[in-house]
């Protein structure tokens, strides 16, 4: 996945000029994953800058350059690291379109690591999506396989409006084919990665792998679960996500962030006031736990498993009958 955000930020930059990426040690480092190694090398300092340690600054200083014409791609270290900046983003380049009736786009690109399961700290493994979503003007776009790494990183730079790239960093050195395509759905589209009958897993990011894992758990205990890659936060693919519950019957989010305010929460009243009449059971969510982010020991515990995932599924009524399917065992 590192591989491809580094190929669609070079070919982003190589078909367009106007195009910068700036952040901390994003130059000769290439990036603390590696995300933008070579690019300076090959593109110049102008044009992959190393900034000083100072977010906000950085930020403040991409929103001008996007009012000169200019596409800027700004690297957050980590997600927790990116607070500095939030006054910026949520207050200036959020609200930039809207302020001026629409006469100013701002096609900005914030790139964001974000997620646990690294063995990273607080300030290393949050996430933090809510407080983007929360904000009306921003898009919130989170890839969970490699061809959607590359091929929503170049929609997002090319998009008129500022976007928020949500990296997970575990799936930096994830291994999978990689198609140098434009050819993936667009910002706003939900993938089913899985189909199902029985029930629909809806995740995006890191937690998609999770997700399969315990659907492929389920189908010997006799359950047939779909997945929903929701890919985009903002857009939500409303229609799609509907349309699986629909079929279905029976819901589960699952995301690592923690589960009071987060998109899971929204996503349960949406289905709930969208499809009351078809569920046959609560939508039910996993979720971290309200905590600051553990200690690496602990993550684990914190983190969504195939365990925890598969308990909520046993939770679900099954033939009018709580707790009728056991998955003990799983």
Not at 7 to 12: F, I, K, P, V
Not at 266 to 291: S, Y
Request: aromatic share 6%; hydrophobic share 40%; net charge negative.
């Amino acid at each position: 996945m590192a591989r491809a955000l580094n190929a669609a930020l070079r070919d982003s930059m190589a078909a367009d000029r106007s195009v910068h990426v700036l952040g901390e040690d994003v130059g000769a480092l290439g990036g603390v994953f590696r995300v933008t190694d070579g690019l300076t090398a090959e593109f110049g300092e102008d044009r992959c800058t190393d900034t000083p340690l100072a977010e906000a600054g950085i930020l403040g200083s991409a929103i001008g350059m996007c009012l000169y014409g200019a596409r800027p791609v700004v690297e957050m270290q980590f997600d927790a690291f990116a607070h500095p900046a939030f006054e910026q983003l949520v207050g200036h380049a959020a609200k930039m379109r809207n302020r001026t009736r629409g006469a100013v786009s701002l096609p900005l690109t914030v790139r964001v690591p974000y997620g646990g399961g690294i063995g990273g700290v607080e300030h290393h493994s949050d996430s933090s999506e809510a407080y983007y979503t929360h904000t009306p003007g921003l898009h919130v776009v989170t890839p969970a396989t490699v061809d959607d790494a590359y091929g929503l990183l170049r929609q997002a730079i090319a998009s008129d409006d500022p976007v928020v790239f949500l990296e997970p960093k575990r799936l930096y050195w994830g291994k999978q084919p990689f198609r140098r395509t434009l050819d993936v759905p667009p910002i706003g589209r939900a993938v089913v990665r899985r189909p199902g009958r029985d029930a629909v897993l809806i995740t995006y990011g890191p937690s998609l792998e999770v997700c399969l894992e315990t659907a492929e758990a389920a189908k010997p205990l006799g359950l047939d679960v779909a997945v929903l890659d929701l890919r985009s936060l903002v857009p939500l693919d409303d229609e799609t996500i509907c349309e699986l519950v629909r079929r279905t019957g029976r819901a589960v989010v699952v995301h690592e962030a923690t589960g009071f305010g987060g998109v899971g929460a929204e996503i349960a009243a949406r289905i709930t006031e969208r499809c009351f009449h078809q569920l046959e059971a609560p939508v039910l969510r996993v979720t971290g736990f309200d905590i600051p982010y553990p200690p690496p020991k602990l993550e684990s515990h914190h983190l969504p498993s195939v365990d925890r995932v598969l308990d909520a599924l046993a939770r679900l009524q099954w033939d009018g009958r709580p707790g009728g399917v056991s998955l003990a065992g799983a």
